[in-house]
């Protein structure tokens, strides 16, 4: 490892060269005490639902130095996945390509063009992504969904870390919170998702938009995208689709910066005109060829072709 200190301002702007909307760098320490608390709250609370992987390396999550030994520098890159166009029945981030293939590759790319030393995660390691995101002044953390907003770009956005053992020449901040007022304003008149239900609300109050939501945080056993995507075997009683059956964007509509949302640049962000052009007919008929055809390389694989069609079913019940 060379001796030199890591030029901040090079990896940015190789970073926006190779696509990223924003990079943003911070020193590899363990999680601010308020985070690691909140998070250890959350997990006590069952909110992880069956995401078991969540209750491992808690240690590891919390400090990054244990996930990676000889780790200095925390890198934070997110690139802006809007489409200019989709399909209304699939969540905004699934649309093109899988965001862990795109991203990897690209982080791969940074660190050999800049001769780095480390290790590049995209939503595969126990690591806080929108904490460092925050940490590290790529965005703020903002909306009820808790989603971190870019500015300028909103909070449509993938994150990647890069874990490097060089040490930089200077390190970002976080940035100013939005007020907390913004979120409850967007809920009310950003979010127009009355079509949509989940299951009963409990507890979270009259008028409020999402029952997955509480004071603790989102519960995902209540969570649309949870239950579309992550969960096997029958839907729970009671559950009802409306709009979206892979995923659900009520909370990321919500965020305050959504309207600062613009489409990507990134093709392999954009659907096919193949996906654009399904309709509830064909989604019924969908055979395991076409599901194959349609969400080659996609995150939408992760639901598994029985776990799409159930999702169909309910969804097709209204």
């Not at 063009?113 to 690591?127: I, K, N, Q, S």
């Not at 305050?256 to 996906?275: C, I, N, R, S």
């Amino acid at each position: 490892m060379s001796s030199a200190l890591l030029n901040s301002n090079a990896v940015k702007a190789q970073a926006k060269r190779l696509g990223f909307v924003a990079c943003g760098l911070a020193p590899a320490e363990p999680v601010a005490e308020p985070f690691a608390a909140h998070l250890r709250r959350w997990l006590s609370l069952g909110y992880c639902a069956d995401m078991d992987y969540m209750r491992r390396n808690v240690d590891k999550r919390l400090d990054p130095r244990l996930l990676m030994p000889g780790v200095r520098t925390i890198v934070s890159l997110a690139m802006n996945f809007m489409p200019a166009r989709f399909q209304p029945a699939i969540s905004l981030y699934a649309q093109g390509k899988d965001y862990h293939d795109v991203l990897r590759e690209r982080m791969f790319r940074l660190m050999a063009d800049m001769g780095l030393e480390g290790r590049a995660f995209v939503d595969t390691a126990p690591v806080l992504e929108r904490y460092w995101a925050w940490r590290s002044g790529v965005g703020v953390i903002a909306g009820p969904g808790g989603f971190i907003s870019v500015p300028n770009c909103g909070p449509t956005v993938f994150l990647g870390e890069l874990f490097l053992t060089e040490e930089a020449d200077k390190y970002d901040s976080p940035l100013p919170a939005p007020p907390l007022g913004e979120c409850l304003i967007a809920a009310k008149n950003t979010c127009q998702f009355n079509e949509i239900e989940a299951l009963p609300q409990r507890g979270s109050g009259e008028g409020a938009f999402c029952p997955a939501l509480t004071p603790e945080g989102l519960d995902a056993r209540r969570c649309i995208s949870y239950q579309t995507i992550e969960h096997r075997g029958p839907l729970p009683d009671g559950f009802r689709l409306h709009q979206t059956f892979y995923g659900c964007d009520r909370c990321l509509r919500a965020t305050p910066g959504f309207a600062e949302a613009k489409p990507t640049e990134e093709p392999d962000f954009q659907p096919t005109d193949a996906l654009l052009e399904m309709t509830p007919d064909d989604w019924f008929s969908l055979t395991v060829e076409q599901y194959r055809s349609l969400f080659k390389g996609s995150a939408v694989k992760r639901a598994k072709y029985e776990g799409l069609m159930r999702n169909i079913a309910c969804w097709l019940r209204k």
